[in-house]
Antibody
Framework: QAQLQESGPGLVRPSETLSLVCTVS?????????WGWIRQPPGKGLEWIGN???????NYNPSLKSRVTITLDTSRNQFSLRVTSVTAEDTAVYYC????????WGQGTLVTVSS | DIQLTQSPSFLSASVGDRVTITCRAS??????FAWYQQKPGKAPKLLIY???NLQSGVPSRFSGSGSGTEFTLTISSLQPEDFATYYC?????????FGPGTKVDIK
């Protein structure tokens, strides 16, 4: 079982870039699993953002694709999320997870977009 | 994108009840399907993967079934700790999508 922990600023200004890091322990990123990001606006449902494989191959939700980048740092056993040009609609709890089936999740981090 | 609909969206039930939640997909997704439980302020927890496989540590009162476009989550005897919101998810194609959720409340 892997332990995942999201970290990053809790407040981002509109039009700026949201950056989060997921630190993984207990499991190597160089594995048969992909590593993903999911978000949940306050009081709403889950939205899949994208994922990355250990090869560096990425898949993104088309609704966000032009603004999202997911990268991998195997030396630190971390993967990262960047969302550019944020608006209030990007306010959400952001989760990182292991595998398409979400075998393990981080606790989530609330990111608020506000001036 | 594959759209998922869940029914009911809200369910009121008593401890000991048998509960069934249904998720329908807009197209065939084979068995690439999962169920999650989420409690307030917590991350979702995987219950069932690949339609019917019970995740390690999940009580056996939870079971999943289905194929094609219709899937079900059954709780054979509802326990106090099962009151939560349940989400379905397809991982057959990109983008991965989730259902809107079913909230199970105490009757």
């Amino acid at each position: 079982q892997a332990q995942l922990q999201e970290s990053g600023p809790g407040l981002v200004r509109p039009s700026e870039t949201l950056s989060l890091v997921c630190t993984v322990s207990g499991h190597s990123l160089n594995s048969n699993y992909n590593w993903g990001w999911i978000r949940q606006p306050p009081g709403k449902g889950l939205e899949w953002i994208g994922n990355i494989y250990d090869t560096g191959e990425t898949n993104y939700n088309p609704s966000l694709k032009s603004r999202v980048t997911i990268t991998l740092d195997t030396s630190r056993n971390q993967f990262s999320l960047r969302v550019t040009s944020v608006t209030a609609e990007d306010t959400a709890v952001y989760y990182c997870a292991r595998g398409d089936y979400g075998f393990d999740w981080g606790q989530g981090t609330l990111v608020t977009v506000s001036s | 994108d594959i759209q998922l609909t869940q029914s009911p969206s809200f369910l009121s039930a008593s401890v000991g009840d048998r509960v069934t939640i249904t998720c329908r997909a807009s197209q065939d997704i084979s068995n690439y399907f999962a169920w999650y439980q989420q409690k307030p302020g917590k991350a979702p927890k995987l219950l069932i993967y690949a339609t019917s496989n019970l995740q390690s540590g999940v009580p056996s009162r939870f079971s999943g079934s289905g194929s094609g476009t219709e899937f079900t989550l059954t709780i054979s005897s509802l326990q106090p700790e099962d009151f939560a919101t349940y989400y379905c998810q397809q991982v057959d194609s990109y983008p991965r999508t989730f259902g809107p959720g079913t909230k199970v409340d105490i009757k």
